[in-house]
Every structure is written in C-alpha cells, then in structure tokens.
C-alpha cells in the first residue's frame, strides 16, 4: 500500500541545522517545494532514489551506492526533527536514515504537503457511532435517537430503552423460528411448512406473514405469533414470492413475485388485491419499506442488477443502485440513520447508502458466501447465509464482531426482528386513523401523504376516496376475506379480480 505520509526528498536533508553555519547552508531554512504526488512513486518500505529508483530503507546508508547516484548514502543519520523549520511537521516527527516523516495524531490526518495536520471526521469515514455522530476537533461524540440510551461501558453504542426484549425471526423452508438476539432460546414458532420463503410481522396485531413457495402452488399466510390462528391470504395468481414486507401504517401488505414479475399489494387480511409495479422488473427478490418517506425498496438480481424505490402509491419511481452490483439478495432500512443496506450474493459484501443510494459504504468484504437475508437492530446486522446454513451478525457499520449465531439443518431464508422500535409509527397519518377515508386501500405517497387506491377491475370515482366496479353485479362475489381461494365452480368468462375479496 501507498504510504499516508509522503516520504520526503533527499534534496531537502542535506545537512543537520547547526547554530554554528546557519548561513552556509540557507537551504536547510528555505528548503525547495516538491510534488507529493511525484513522492509517492515508493512504498512505505521503500526509499525514492534522486533518479526516482526505489530501494529498499534496509539499504540507506550501509555504505553501498544502490541508487546508482549516490542519494543511498547522502545526509545519513540526519535529525532533521529537532527543527520545526527544517520538518515543517504541525504535530509529529519521524526521524528516519534520510530524511524524515511527519506524523499526525489521533482524529487528525495528513495533508497532501505532507506536513500539516487537519482534523478527520470520522463521522463521515469511520462512522464509528450506532446512532448520530458529531464531529469535534481531533475527535466526535456521539447521540443516540429518542427510545435509545447510551450504555456506560460503550458511549458509541445505542440501546433500545425498551420492556420489550426484541428477538429473531426466521424462515427455514420447513419452519418458523424464533431466536434470542445473542443465538440463545433458539425455538420454533411453526413447523410442517413445505418451502417457506419471505417473512414479515405486524407488532400491533401480533401477526406473522410468510411465503410457502412451491411449483405445485404458491401461498401467502398469516398466523398469529404464538402459531395459532393460521389463515391463507393469498392463493391464486402467485408464482415466486420471495419478498414481503408489511405496511403497518396503512395497514396493507406488499409482496414481489419473480415468476410474475411484479410487486402486489392487499390489506393486511388479503383483500381488495392489485398490482402496484408490472413493468422493469425481472428477478425481484427482496422488499423493504419506508413508511415514514412513503417509499417501498426492493433488490432485483436479473439482467439489470439494481436497487430500485417507487412511492408505497406508485409513483415517483427510481433506480438507486445500479453500479457495482450483481447479486442483490438481502434487502432492510435503518430508520434512525435514515440507510438503506443491502447483500450481494456474488460479490460477497453488505453495504449501505443514504435512502437515495448515495454515499456507499462496504461493511463487510469477504467470509459471507451467499447472503440471503438482512435485518437490523440498535447497532448489528444480522444475515442468514444459504451456503453455511447459518445466522450470523456484526456491527452494522464497521463490520467488526462478526459472530455466528446458531447453524441450522436447511437454508435459512428471510429473517427479521421482532421489536416495536422496527415498526416506528408516524403519528396522525390519515392511513393509521381512518384508512383515510378510502373505501379499499389507503397508500402512503412519498413527503407524507397518501392516495386512495382501488382493486383489480375496480376504480376511484370522482371523489378520489369511493371505488367503483367495473364488473357486472351478477360477476362480484363478496367473500369476509380470503374471497380468491373459492375457486370451485369459477365460470370462465368471468374476470378473476371480481372474485376477489371486495369488503374486509
């Protein structure tokens, strides 16, 4: 690697200061500029000849012309740091055979003159805070969000200030299970699943929403937490849902389907059913959403690897990582620090950026071969990783304490945690209240608004809350919920979509 600090040239060590020849050798004050970046032709171990040959430091001053021009063997044993006006060094000085090497301290870094001293702000290159980060001269400090407290022992750290012990959740294929946050109290939450894939929750309703994924016949259900109370959602018209993610504001429920190549929504009780994305999209794989800047995220690894966002209504949509990206499989939000995370299964890394794909950060480099998916809390990641069969975590910005958690039988699927603080309310949003005063789904816009959404096959009238049909009443079945699953006697020329669920 490149040396941080410049090496220094010989033709500015000539000869030591002495109070004695001061104006013998006026150079020694007045020493010439010079380029830094010319100087860093060498590496940190290496010395830069006067003819620009590098050789090794081990050969200076031994007494052998291993330049070819001498410069090994000028100004040897020079201590050019006992003066400032020779060094030049705002802070530190290193003294070497030739020459010498400034130096900075602790929250400082070296400027391209290869002298000065500034301030570095770790909060921007480091981040070395869970939550807010403040810059401060030669160091930072950091805050944590309101819900948070600094524990003694590590003020970068943010703990939840919570009752609530939050906890993992996960599919793995055949089951559902839940584990402590540290790997211990590993337990089931259902079993005898055929390929459960996506994964989600509702902390108010204490529900759980899953995939089963089969080439027979995909399902999206619910159940309460404890296992009980399982009900079938969604049935008909899936492929490959591999993503899920729970609007608990709105109260509506979003999964992307890489056979179909959309995303889709209902309410949380899976009515009032429609297609929100059906264009662009070729292998989507995970959903994030963002209910505080109405924005859905997801991760699409097919021909056109990117990171994509569009309004939770539909609009506003937008690539936000399209550049060195391959793979993207896991997929989640840190709501505090306002970041997006996400895993590339080929590239082998977790990074973050800001919610506009800004600003990327590489967390973790290497050991991860093949993530397929992310969560957060307070200040870990967590992953589960296909290849290892295994649940992992590590701070969610330095990539430091990389721990595996518990191994497993099968893949481990998505994962999630299980805590308030992962679903933050947006206090008085017209969705939360009344739905609105929609009379189907209610969707979160993008600055905090919302719109009124309708069906398939159904639409908004002139009053932008009340749908309207576009079936013939003899075509509508009004089903309490589930209302697709009823597909004995369907007549065929009737439109799919006016079978579905019409009223919660």
Request: charged share 20%; with cysteine.
């Amino acid at each position: 690697p490149l040396s941080a600090a410049p090496l220094s040239p010989p033709s500015l060590f000539l000869f030591p200061l002495s109070p004695f020849f001061p104006s013998l050798y006026p150079s020694l004050l007045h020493p010439p500029s010079f380029s830094p970046t010319a100087e860093k032709k060498c590496n940190e171990t290496f010395f830069l000849c006067s003819n620009g040959v590098c050789v090794n430091e081990t050969y200076l001053c031994d007494g052998s012309n291993d330049c070819g021009d001498g410069s090994d063997e000028l100004n040897c044993f020079v201590n050019e740091c006992l003066s400032i006006e020779l060094s030049g060094c705002s802070q530190e000085c290193e003294d070497l055979k030739i020459g010498f090497k400034c130096r900075c301290g602790p929250g400082f870094r070296l400027k391209d003159d290869g002298r000065t001293c500034v301030d570095r702000d770790e909060c921007s290159s480091t981040f070395p805070c869970g939550h807010f980060c403040y810059n401060t001269f030669g160091s930072f400090r950091c805050g944590c969000a309101d819900g948070y407290v600094q524990p003694p022992a590590d003020p970068t750290s943010c703990k939840a200030d919570s009752d609530e012990e939050g906890f993992l959740i996960f599919a793995n294929r055949y089951y559902l299970r839940k584990v402590n946050l540290d790997g211990s109290n590993y337990s089931l939450l259902k079993q005898g699943l055929n390929n459960a894939v996506a994964l989600d929750f509702n902390y108010r309703e204490q529900h759980v929403f899953w995939t089963d994924v089969t080439t027979q016949g995909s399902m999206i259900r619910r159940m309460n937490l404890n296992g009980s109370n399982v009900e079938v959602l969604h049935r008909t018209g899936l492929s490959n849902p591999d993503g899920l993610a729970v609007d608990w504001v709105g109260g509506n429920l979003y999964w992307c389907d890489k056979g179909r190549d959309t995303i889709e929504l209902s309410k949380l009780n899976g009515a009032y059913r429609t297609v929100l994305v059906n264009s662009g999209l070729r292998e989507p794989r995970a959903l994030a959403v963002d209910v505080r800047n109405g924005y859905l995220y997801w991760s699409d690894w097919g021909d056109i690897p990117h990171i994509g966002r569009v309004g939770m209504d539909g609009t506003n949509r937008s690539m936000v990582v399209h550049t060195r990206i391959t793979w993207p499989n896991g997929l989640t939000l840190d709501y505090v620090n306002d970041r997006i995370y996400w895993a590339d299964a080929r590239e082998d890394y977790i990074q973050f950026a800001d919610l506009d794909g800004a600003n990327r950060h590489i967390v973790l480099g290497h050991d991860i071969p093949h993530i397929f998916a992310l969560t957060l809390f307070e200040d870990y990641i967590y992953w589960t990783d296909w290849e290892t069969k295994s649940v992992n975590r590590a701070h969610k910005s330095t990539g430091q304490n990389k721990t595996l958690l518990i191994s497993t039988l099968h893949r481990p699927m998505d994962i999630h945690i299980y805590h308030p603080y992962r679903q933050p309310q947006v206090n008085g949003h017209p969705c939360y209240t009344d739905n609105g005063g929609c009379s189907n789904l209610c969707l979160l816009s993008p600055g905090g608004g919302y719109k009124c959404a309708c069906p398939t096959n159904f639409y908004l009238s002139a009053d932008s809350k009340t749908c309207l049909s576009n079936c013939t009443a003899s075509q509508v079945r009004r089903e309490g919920r589930g209302g697709e699953e009823i597909t004995a006697d369907r007549p065929q020329s009737v439109p799919r979509s006016c079978l579905l669920s019409v009223s919660p």
